[in-house]
């Protein structure tokens, strides 16, 4: 006689080969945004390792040295590329951050709360007999932050609003399917569209921040000033 564990774990296996060979829309998006982002970092890490001064490890014992050198080189490389890009450019990347960042704590939080009925000081909010998504403090902050920005005019300030702005949206986004079903499918086949519309805006926002400093590197071949002409 088998084991119920063991038939659950098999079930399990088998429901992951299936996704594996067979991905839903959702995991191919889910795939692309992930995949995009990691191989970015990876070949930057990579291209600071052959331009900067971390030696080429010729034996095994070397890499795990030279790699960190790479690694802080990198994070140097990171450092002095925000600090001398414009402050569109900078307001930009704190969007995509806050908005991944806020989106995979929005996911995680309500999957511990369904399962504990908890995650740290967060727990189901509910007033008088309605329940309070996060969507509503998303629309807030994104609200706020954008009506700061458009009041006060100024693009040293915008990249710090970008961050509560960026949060909205994650917060916004992640409810998505309960805004156009008008009821609460969070936890049913109808809330993977917020699912969908969530790793879509961050493809989206990623390839929007590479798709821009390309064009600022092509703007700096095309647009110099020959030599010797008049500034």
């Not at 989106?103 to 908890?118: K, L, N, Q, V």
């Not at 969908?196 to 390309?214: E, F, K, P, S």
């Amino acid at each position: 006689m088998r084991r119920p564990g063991l038939r659950r774990r098999r079930s399990r296996a088998r429901r992951l080969a299936t996704r594996i060979l067979r991905p839903s829309g959702t995991d191919v998006l889910g795939f692309v945004a992930v995949g995009v982002t990691v191989a970015a970092v990876v070949l930057e890490y990579w291209h600071v390792w052959r331009r900067g001064h971390a030696p080429r490890p010729r034996e095994r014992d070397e890499w795990l040295g030279a790699g960190a050198e790479a690694a802080r080189e990198t994070v140097s490389v990171a450092v002095a590329g925000y600090r001398s890009s414009t402050a569109r450019e900078n307001a930009l990347l704190n969007l995509l951050l806050a908005y991944a960042l806020s989106a995979a704590t929005a996911r995680m939080s309500t999957h511990t709360i369904r399962a504990r009925g908890t995650f740290g000081p967060f727990r189901n909010a509910r007033v008088g007999d309605r329940d309070i998504h996060h969507f509503v403090p998303g629309i807030g902050l994104a609200f706020v932050a954008g009506a700061v920005s458009i009041v006060t005019r100024n693009e040293s300030l915008d990249r710090w609003l970008a961050l509560p702005f960026g949060a909205g949206m994650a917060l916004t986004l992640d409810e998505a399917a309960l805004l156009v079903e008008l009821e609460d499918v969070y936890w049913s086949e109808e809330g993977v569209l917020s699912v969908q519309i969530m790793l879509g805006t961050l493809a989206l926002l990623g390839a929007l921040g590479v798709g821009l400093r390309m064009m600022r590197r092509g703007e700096q071949q095309v647009f110099v000033a020959p030599v010797g002409s008049a500034v």
